[in-house]
């Protein structure tokens, strides 16, 4: 007696592989890790502030470098609710590094062991990712507008603002290669 599953599983060809999804999220990931390891995320760097998700230092001329929230105005007027929001931003921003390996792994896994639901898993990474930074730099520019020039922001916040967008992107692609195997899997039952 012949087992049909072993049978249809043998005339299945083996999936295919898009490596630039692949490569895409590598570089992703390595974007993320300098703007908010190598640069210690460190958004914005102007004549008044050095302002990161876990710093704000005014500086001066005549008084240096002072690193106190509590000369921040907003901290000093919203208390509570600006502590919430920078651990928002923190998260935000932060949440994302973990996702996107995770992404790349459920995307390499799924085209390894042609497995649709872990692609969708993979899908949802990203779009998560891609969210959570999109929402982490909505804040953190709203928190320290007073503060934000395209002049005073450093590289790793328009990395950021790059990384949100490529994981778009990303998530897009990897999308389309799901629906494409699915709709060659499907063309070659119908045969």
Known sequence: MVNLSTVEHSTRRPPRCWPPVAIFLVFILTQQLYALIVLQGQLVSSTEAIISPFNFCLQGQDVGVICDDQRNNMAATAGVLVY???????????????????????????????????????VSCQVASSLLMLVGLCV?????????????????????????AELATAAVLTWMTGRRELRDETTAYDN
């Open 84 to 122: 919430i929001l920078r651990v928002l931003v923190i998260m935000s921003l932060y949440i994302p590094l973990v996702l996107v390996p995770f992404a790349l792994m459920a995307f390499l896994f799924a085209v390894c062991c042609d497995d649709r639901g872990v692609l969708w898993f993979s």
């Open 140 to 164: 953190f520019v709203g928190l320290h507008f007073s503060y934000v020039s395209l002049a005073g922001m450093t590289a790793g916040y328009y990395v950021c603002v790059f990384v949100n």
